[in-house]
């Protein structure tokens, strides 16, 4: 977890639960709406010293990175006001860089003003209620025998549990049923008692190469020594020291592992429940590379973490350790915290498949847009209970047991129970995701990609559900890599990312029976650094998407506050004050016809208005209500 995760809620709260003192129109009685907090050192690379901001302004929020994984550079030195925004409802609220004073007025005066000027429907009531009104997960919002097929894997098995070559991951331990015992077992576990006497790479290696003889030579586990070489003599001993408690760890999965782990197969709805401590008995297996190649599965074995990086990568690296050197810090220090003192909760792993017959009709959807909270400050992972996105690769994970480190590989390093779900998933189709509800945060850390460095150490203290669950759910969908920026605006790709977004985002058991909403979903620039996503294009389907699965939006943009104010702009446009929202079937239409303009103007070798910029430009003149594709029967009151 980030550094600057309780300093960003302790601010936002803090600021959410002021009140105004008047009515709408009449004024502001009292100017001293919101006076932001000190920072501390910061999130995701920003580090500040602990100064007071004393300008008001309508929210704290500041950041910089539009990358796909859409995190912070911690060289950034923040000097203007931090600002954040919740749509919708009220008149113009004017907010100031360079003066004590925020004016609630029906016409703004920009004349007086040395700052910016937005339409932000906010109302007085709203105003204060803005985070708070973020729906979130509730203990009893999940039952854990509500999936139609799920897998609960216990230390006392049914006697009819068989592993099936075809269905089941193979363990280390067993090849056929029960109790068919591997000879390699018996190398691994002879092999792991010797690893209190490792103490550098090539020792290591000679172990992990004992049972693994078809391991390719080049291998390099000098990256190993690096570590080590990074830490004090202190920290030196506790390492080899969890490196003998994780070789323990990784034999007790022989007697915590009773049932089969089934594998996550493409195009079946399943979910499976594992305790944490055998999650960290088959990451300990992980470690040491036990595990056997799989078809259609992602690589398990931490092999590639212990090559070194290159002295390139080392160079831009923030401590000049490099990339692999934090990644073993964020590892090691999970293992030492779980084999010195075990959770004792669970966490569900569910592959949700979005089926033909579930699919909105984009095109003639009624759905009005819900809420959105957008902010420059802050990261995904900072929002507890919420539906938290993981910007994911088809193959989960992606690079994180290897060189890549973005949004997706941050994250499964410092939620290092994430890492399992390579275990059993097999790769992603268009129409599935991977939601994990329960998963525990270990460490904090700094920077992004090969700024990335680990912090320190994180209690994750999010509340459990009653089957011992965090509050905590991650969903990993996966955008489109794409080949050609200008083909994402074609309708089958637009289609296909809201889908795919839709697939993440909705519950198959619909909106709560009490009327509430979802739980809120905590996303960003979705698909928009490598993968070439345009961040204009993926706001607006994630904001569909969620209307669609009847979710609010909390929206982070990392650090870029001009892509904030033109994100929140549009979404003043499309959900006006009192005024009925754009629909998302109007909203999907008007998407379709920017993507002839995009044809049009590239065909002519013309410059090609930003999408947000051709909303904005075309809801002023009128051309959007006159559209000959929005008829009287496209109206619904939102």
Not at 354 to 377: H, R
Request: glycine share 6%; hydrophobic share 30%.
């Amino acid at each position: 977890m980030s550094l600057k995760r309780q300093e960003n809620q302790t601010r936002i709260l803090d600021f959410f639960g002021k009140r105004f003192k008047s009515d709408i129109g009449t004024g502001m009685e009292d100017n001293n709406i919101c006076q932001a907090a000190g920072s501390t050192p910061g999130s995701s690379g920003l580090t500040k010293t602990n100064e007071t901001i004393k300008d008001k302004h309508v929210c704290a929020t500041s950041c910089a990175n539009s990358d796909d994984r859409g995190k912070k550079s911690d060289d950034i030195n923040i000097k203007k006001e931090e600002r954040s925004f919740i749509i919708p409802s009220s008149p113009t609220f004017e907010y100031h860089e360079d003066i004590d004073e925020i004016s609630n007025t029906e016409s703004h005066h920009s004349s007086s003003s040395t700052g910016s000027v937005l339409d932000t429907p906010l109302s007085t009531e709203r105003w204060s209620l803005a985070k708070d009104e973020l729906q979130r997960l509730k203990p009893d919002d999940m039952d854990i025998d509500s999936f139609e097929n799920h897998v609960y894997i216990t230390e006392n098995p049914r006697q009819s549990e068989k592993y099936d070559v075809s269905r089941d991951v193979k363990m280390p331990f067993y090849v056929i049923g029960m109790q068919g015992k591997h000879s390699r077992w018996d190398v691994i576990k002879s092999s792991l008692a010797k690893c209190g006497d490792v103490k550098t790479g090539r020792e290591l290696e000679s172990i992990i190469r004992s049972y693994n003889k078809t391991f390719p030579s080049e291998l390099d586990f000098s990256g190993f020594d690096n570590y080590l070489d990074s830490l004090s003599t202190d920290e030196r001993l506790e390492a080899l020291d969890t490196l003998k408690r994780i070789a323990d760890l990784a034999v007790e999965a022989e007697r915590l592992c009773k049932a089969p782990v089934p594998i996550l197969c493409q195009q079946k709805d399943q979910a499976i429940t594992m305790s944490q401590h055998l999650i960290a008995a088959l990451l300990a297996n992980a470690f040491f590379c036990t595990f056997s190649s799989r078809d259609k599965l992602p690589s398990i074995n931490f092999t590639r973490l212990f090559a070194p990086d290159s002295f390139y990568r080392r160079r831009k690296s923030r401590d000049g350790k490099g990339v692999s050197v934090n990644k073993l810090r964020c590892l090691f220090h999970y293992f030492n915290r779980v084999t010195t003192s075990m959770p004792d909760g669970y966490v569900t792993f569910h592959r949700q498949v979005l089926k033909d017959s579930a699919v909105p009709n984009w095109s003639g959807s009624k759905t009005c847009l819900t809420e959105l909270y957008i902010s420059s400050k802050g990261n995904i992972e900072d929002e507890q209970s919420l539906l938290q996105v993981d910007f994911a690769n088809m193959w989960v994970g992606g690079g994180a047991l290897g060189t890549g480190c973005v949004q997706e590989e941050i994250r499964f390093m410092i939620t290092p129970e994430l890492i399992i779900s390579r275990l059993f998933t097999e790769v992603l189709e268009s129409n599935e995701c991977v939601i994990v509800t329960g998963c525990e945060t270990f460490s904090m850390y700094r920077g992004y990609a090969s700024t990335f460095e680990w912090s320190g150490n994180y209690v994750d203290q999010t509340p459990r559900d009653k089957f011992g669950r965090r509050l905590t759910q991650v969903v990993m969908i996966d955008a489109i890599e794409l080949q050609r920026k200008s083909s994402q605006f074609t309708e089958h790709l637009v289609e296909r990312e809201l889908n795919k977004a839709y697939c993440g985002f909705y519950s198959a058991k619909g909106v709560r029976e009490d009327g509430i909403k979802l739980p809120a979903i905590s996303t960003g620039n979705w698909g928009c650094g490598a993968f070439g996503g345009d961040i204009h294009l993926k706001f607006l389907i994630q904001l569909m998407a969620a209307a669609e699965a009847g979710r609010d939006v909390c929206y982070f943009t990392f650090d870029d506050v001009e892509i904030m104010n033109k994100l929140f702009n549009t979404h003043s446009l499309l959900k006006p004050n009192n005024q009925p929202s754009v629909t998302v079937g109007e909203l999907y239409k008007i998407i379709k016809s920017y993507e002839r303009h995009v044809s049009e103007r590239r065909r002519w070798n013309q410059w090609v208005q930003p999408l947000c910029d051709y909303i904005e430009s075309h809801f002023h003149s009128g051309s959007f209500a006159s559209s000959p594709e929005q008829t009287d029967d496209d109206d619904d009151d939102c």
